[in-house]
């Protein structure tokens, strides 16, 4: 079956950077890319952008664009995303979803969720 | 950016009743790239509808998706339980957007 394992939860100084892993099984791996969503505390869904596991292309949201970087290793199909410059609205889940290997499109597998609290 | 909106916010409803829920978009969305999403607290979000009308895999059928271009529907026929969540709705065109989400809650 599908599963999309994520690394544990972090605290972070503001101005620090995470990492957040999210390990794929159960399917092809490279047939597919992974999203990145965020949810804040007591909010909705922040889509953060997408990378293709097929040929690593990616998709950046707008708002998050020099400060986030997704990165995929085939060899133990698992994606990354790297969140730099943090800061205190930075705290939520976030979660990676699969989607297609061509652009972000819907999501239909996700991730349990990695809590990021950013706090000094 | 295509923004969407949901209402309402909240709806208060009772097992066995039928919900309606809106996502209304602020510029034309293929039908193709509308999505439904279910999401439980402290739960990842679950597909429910893609491509607006689409039920994804072990989706009952008391779910149905409807709509185009800018006005979507989201409806549960006969609500059970375990339906009382918060929905959201999802464009996917270049860049994916959220709606804000309806809360579906026990009246």
């Known amino acids: 079956q599908v599963q999309l394992v994520q690394s544990g939860a972090e605290v972070k100084k503001p101005g620090a950077s995470v990492k957040v892993s999210c390990k794929a099984s159960g399917y092809t791996f490279t047939s597919y890319g992974i999203s990145w969503v965020r949810q804040a505390p007591g909010q909705g869904l922040e889509w953060m952008g997408w990378?293709?596991?097929?040929?690593?292309?990616?998709n950046y949201a707008q708002k998050l664009q020099g400060r986030v970087t997704m990165t995929t290793d085939t060899s133990t199909s698992t994606a990354y995303m790297e969140l730099r410059s943090l800061r205190s609205d930075d705290t939520a889940v976030y979660y990676c979803?699969?989607?297609?290997?061509?652009?972000?499109?819907?999501?239909?597998?996700w991730g349990q969720g990695t809590l990021i609290t950013v706090s000094s | 950016e295509i923004v969407l909106t949901q209402s309402p916010g909240t709806l208060s409803l009772s097992p066995g009743e039928r919900a309606t829920l809106s996502c209304r978009a602020s510029?034309?969305?293929?039908?193709?790239?509308l999505a439904w999403y279910q999401q439980k607290p402290g739960q990842a979000p679950r597909l429910l509808i893609y491509?607006?009308?689409n039920r994804a895999t072990g989706i009952p059928d008391r779910f149905s998706g409807s709509g185009s271009g800018t006005d979507f529907t989201l409806t549960i026929s006969r609500l059970e339980p375990e339906d009382f969540a918060v929905y959201y709705c999802q464009q996917y065109g270049s860049s994916p957007f959220f709606g804000p989400g309806t809360k579906v809650d026990i009246k």
């Open positions: 990378i293709s596991a097929y040929n690593g292309n990616t």
């Open positions: 510029q034309s969305v293929s039908s193709s790239y």
């Open positions: 491509g607006a009308s």
């Open positions: 979803a699969r989607a297609n290997w061509v652009a972000a499109t819907n999501f239909d597998y």
